[in-house]
């Protein structure tokens, strides 16, 4: 199993605890109560983390559809997977043992749903903690 890193560094933290400050942010179909909710904001976490660590020249994105691993699953789960280690990167994991289940060589590589622009919610983000998209 790859290293899994849930908040590798001081930006990560920032990110991680504006999700929590925030819990809006999240769709609305992400919205658990009793949960930590960091667990419903894989697309913005993983998407700001990228635009404010390196961007392409440091990490690959991935995407999980849920439905591969599973037809009776619903959804998707995006992270990033760090270009030198192959370590990945999920921000919106609450602890890396969270993410000893998660089948993460059935994911994807692909791009963001902008494309490698900032969505509007990252920059709102990355603004909020000081970073600039």
């Known amino acids: 199993m790859p290293d899994i890193l849930v908040e ?3 930006t990560a ?8 400050d925030n819990p809006a942010v999240r769709k609305d179909a992400y919205e658990y109560e009793d949960t930590d909710p960091v667990q419903g904001a ?3 976490l993983a998407e700001a983390y990228f635009h404010a660590a390196g961007g392409q020249d440091s990490f690959d994105v991935y995407r999980l559809d849920w439905s591969e691993v599973n037809p009776a699953y619903d959804g998707a789960h995006w992270f990033l ?3 030198d280690d192959g370590a990945i ?6 602890t890396p043992d ?4 998660v089948p993460w060589d059935q994911a994807r590589h692909r791009a963001f749903i902008t494309g490698y622009t900032p969505s509007n919610r ?3 983000a990355l603004q909020a903690v000081g970073l600039h998209s």
């Open 89 to 94: 990167v999920d921000l919106s994991l609450s």
């Open 42 to 44: 894989c697309y913005l």
């Open 81 to 83: 997977r760090r270009s």
């Open 122 to 124: 990252t920059q709102t």
């Open 13 to 20: 933290a920032a990110l991680r605890q504006y999700v929590r």
């Open 8 to 10: 590798p560094d001081e």
């Open 98 to 101: 969270d993410g000893a289940d």
